[in-house]
C-alpha cells in the first residue's frame, strides 16, 4: 500500500507562516495532479489548492495571496506555503495526488494521513 506524507503542521500565531511538505514514494511518479485539501470537524473537506500538470494551478478564493502550493519533481515532493494565517485556516490538511505507481499504466489517487494546522493567539 502506498501512502502520502505531509509534515510540517503545528501550532501559529494569526500572521504567522507554515509550510507544508507532501512526500511521495519513488514508486508514485509522473503525478498529473497535486492538490491540499482540509477539513474542520463537522464540515466537508474541501479543496484548497492544486497543481494541474506541471503549471496550472488553482486556489479557493478566501487563500488567494496568502498560500502558494508547488513541487519539487526531483525530490518528488508537493508544498504548501501559508502565510498571513487566520483562525479560520486551522483544520487537518490532507495532500492529494493522482499519478502512476510504478509497473502500472493507470493512474491512482493517493492520499496522506493528514497533517494539523493550529492557527491561535
Known amino acids: 500500500q502506498v501512502q502520502l506524507r505531509e509534515s510540517g503542521g503545528g501550532l501559529v500565531q494569526p500572521g504567522g507562516s507554515l509550510r507544508l511538505a507532501c512526500a511521495a514514494p519513488?514508486?508514485?511518479?509522473?503525478?498529473?495532479?497535486l492538490a491540499w485539501y482540509r477539513q474542520v470537524p463537522g464540515k466537508q473537506r474541501e479543496l484548497v489548492a492544486s497543481?494541474?500538470?506541471?503549471?496550472?494551478?488553482n486556489y479557493i478564493d478566501s487563500v488567494k495571496g496568502r498560500f502558494t502550493i508547488s513541487r519539487d519533481n526531483a525530490k518528488n515532493v508537493g508544498y504548501l506555503e501559508m502565510s498571513s494565517l487566520k483562525s479560520e485556516d486551522t483544520a487537518v490538511y490532507y495532500c492529494?495526488?493522482?499519478?502512476?505507481?510504478?509497473?502500472?499504466?493507470?493512474?491512482?489517487?493517493?492520499w496522506g494521513q493528514g497533517t494539523q494546522v493550529t492557527v491561535s493567539s
Open positions: 492529494y495526488a493522482r499519478g502512476l505507481e510504478y509497473g502500472s499504466d493507470q493512474p491512482e489517487d493517493y
Open positions: 519513488g514508486r508514485i511518479f509522473s503525478i498529473n495532479v
Open positions: 497543481i494541474i500538470g506541471y503549471g496550472t494551478t
